[in-house]
Nanobody
Framework: QVQLVESGGGLVHIGGSLRLSCVAS????????MGWYRQAPGKQRELVAS???????NFGDSVQGRFNISRDDAKNTVYLQMNSLKAEDTAVYYC???????????WGQGTQVTVSS
């Protein structure tokens, strides 16, 4: 059974930091590209960051330079380090695993991040 379990969300002040974690199980983690997406109320889900199996990273324009994504294949875990948080970073953050050659695309249940003054 595939599972992606996010943790680390919460309430943080503007300018603060949070680190999200996503622990995966039920599939070969190191074969999958991993990503973080977010969805704010009334908005479409958008890519925050992704990391390939070889460690190549990609970031959404709005988080470039503030967020970092990393993975630990030994722990089946992907992380999102979020720094210099802004109010507009408030959203539900979702972990994603994709192996497009197999047509596999898995999602976690999401974790709420709220940035306020």
């Amino acid at each position: 059974q595939v599972q992606l379990v996010e943790s680390g969300g919460g309430l943080v002040h503007i300018g603060g930091s949070l680190r999200l974690s996503c622990v995966a199980s039920g599939f070969e983690f190191d074969w999958y590209e991993m990503g973080w997406y977010r969805q704010a109320p009334g908005k479409q889900r958008e890519l925050v960051a992704s990391i390939t199996t070889s460690g190549k990273t990609n970031f959404g324009d709005s988080v470039q330079g503030r967020f970092n994504i990393s993975r630990d294949d030994a722990k089946n875990t992907v992380y999102l380090q979020m720094n210099s948080l802004k109010a507009e970073d408030t959203a539900v953050y979702y972990c994603n695993a994709e192996r497009w050659v197999l047509g596999h695309n898995y999602w976690g249940q999401g974790t709420q991040v709220t940035v306020s003054s």
